[in-house]
């Protein structure tokens, strides 16, 4: 049986004749094996080192695609600087490997030994550098998953945008169907063509944070088509509607505008001038608002023959304030001539209404007191003084009674004042 090497260069005999140059011979190819495992493990080394650098890169990438901010920008010079180690340490283990031809027959044992030193030196650093991009990697988390996050976004985004854009396109078409132009939003959408050639150029030319912005935007905006080329049969019906209604109510109020002068006439009969001078604009006042109300009415019905929606809804909104005001100063006339009637005929019942709503906010003001608040009771001491004075005004031959109904109007609300404020002010304290 063959006996190893190391046991036939045990054996006594081993030292006679070429002895010496087997002993030697030996001692290199057991260098060369260990420079040979120096070499293999520095492989590997690189090897690790070489596929953890490719896919950070990625992730890398992936962050800067997406992501602006001062903590991506200092991964990046973070990762570039890593990158000058790798590079220093991946030449220190090429010249390592380059310097040595450990296939070569007349290899030295000092030159494997040598070799194996150089070797493992830079295996070491090549591992060295390995756990410094190892941690790099592990502190890159929470910016990886949120650059990972908007991708995963990025198509359904880009989808999103191109399927709202065709339902604005259809509700379009829906709406010229139905005899409206549309002109306006068709101009709307045609501006976001361009919008949409960007999308489909897709993120590797514009960037996945300015794509998905743009996506969202167009979503929006074709949504927001959509939705107003759907409404276009109800805007149309709700302007016709306002138009019939807003005629028949310029109508009436030409009707009950000529009903201001009677009332206006009783009122100077019997009453002072005082109690009616007010009013005195009213019938010229209301025939003119009654006659720019149909103008406006004109103008809106031919803007919406025109379908221009917003100039019709304006003119709309014009004539109805017009009205409004005509209707509030027609019928101040008609509430006038029946709250002087009232007050003329019982003066009384109007002095205790204001009677009892200071006496109520004196109530209050002493609940829990023995003593009312200053604040409270100078207020209310000037409203009794101020009742008393428009109750002697009713004394003389030709009292003003809209005065009188006036200074009691302002006296309720002076009491009313207090109360909120008593109120108010218990409620703080609780």
């Known amino acids: 049986m063959a006996l190893p090497l190391f046991a036939v260069l045990a054996l006594p005999g081993a030292f006679a ?3 010496t140059r ?4 030996g001692r290199a190819e057991s260098q060369r094996a260990e420079a040979q495992a120096a070499k293999d493990a520095a492989a590997s080394a690189f090897y690790e080192l070489d596929t953890a650098q490719r896919d950070l890169r990625i992730s890398m990438e992936t962050i800067t695609a997406v992501d602006a901010s001062p903590a991506a920008r200092r991964a990046v010079a973070d990762f570039e600087a890593l990158g000058l180690r790798i590079d220093e340490a991946s030449r220190r283990y090429i010249q390592a490997v380059d310097a040595t031809d450990l296939d070569r027959d007349d290899l030295e044992a000092s030159a494997a030994a040598r070799a194996r030193a150089d070797l493992t030196a830079a295996k070491d650093e090549l591992l060295n550098v390995k756990r410094e991009l190892d941690r790099f990697s592990s502190g890159l988390g929470p910016l990886l998953g949120k650059a990972e996050t908007q991708l995963a976004r990025l198509a359904p985004a880009v989808e999103r945008a191109r399927q709202a854009l065709l339902a604005a396109s259809d509700a379009l078409d829906a709406a010229r169907g139905a005899g409206l132009r549309a002109d306006d939003l068709a101009a709307r959408l045609a501006a976001l063509a361009p ?3 960007k999308l489909n150029q897709g993120a590797g030319q514009h960037g996945v944070q300015a794509t998905l912005e743009r996506a969202e935007r167009v979503s929006r905006e074709a949504e927001a088509i959509r ?5 276009l049969p109800e805007k149309a019906a709700e302007i016709d509607h306002r138009l019939v209604s807003l005629r028949t109510r310029a109508q009436a109020l030409t009707t009950r505008s000529g009903q201001v002068e009677p009332v206006l006439s009783e009122l100077r009969r019997r009453f002072t001038a005082a109690c009616w001078q ?7 006042q209301a025939a003119q608002n009654v ?9 809106a019905q031919a803007a919406r023959d025109a379908q221009r929606w917003p100039d019709a809804t304006a003119l709309l909104s014009t004539v109805r304030a017009l009205l409004n005001t005509t209707d509030e100063a027609v019928s101040a006339a008609g509430d006038r001539l029946t709250r002087l009637n009232a007050v003329q005929k019982d003066p009384q019942g109007e002095i205790e209404k204001t009677r009892f709503a200071i006496r109520d906010a004196q109530r209050l003001a002493m609940t829990g007191r023995t003593t009312p608040d200053p604040r409270h009771a100078r207020p209310l001491d000037d409203a009794v003084a101020r009742l008393e004075r428009a109750v002697t005004g009713l004394e003389g031959r030709h009292p003003d009674y809209w005065h009188f109904l006036t200074e009691t109007d302002a006296v309720r609300r002076t009491a009313a004042r207090v109360v909120s ?3 108010e002010e218990r409620g703080a304290g609780h």
């Open 227 to 231: 939705a107003e080329a759907g409404r």
């Open 17 to 19: 004749g070429g002895g």
């Open 421 to 423: 404020q008593i109120r």
């Open 278 to 284: 007010d009013l005195q604009h009213v019938p010229e």
């Open 195 to 197: 919008e949409l050639t």
């Open 22 to 25: 087997r002993w030697f011979g």
């Open 291 to 299: 006659r720019q109300a149909e103008a406006r009415l004109k103008e």
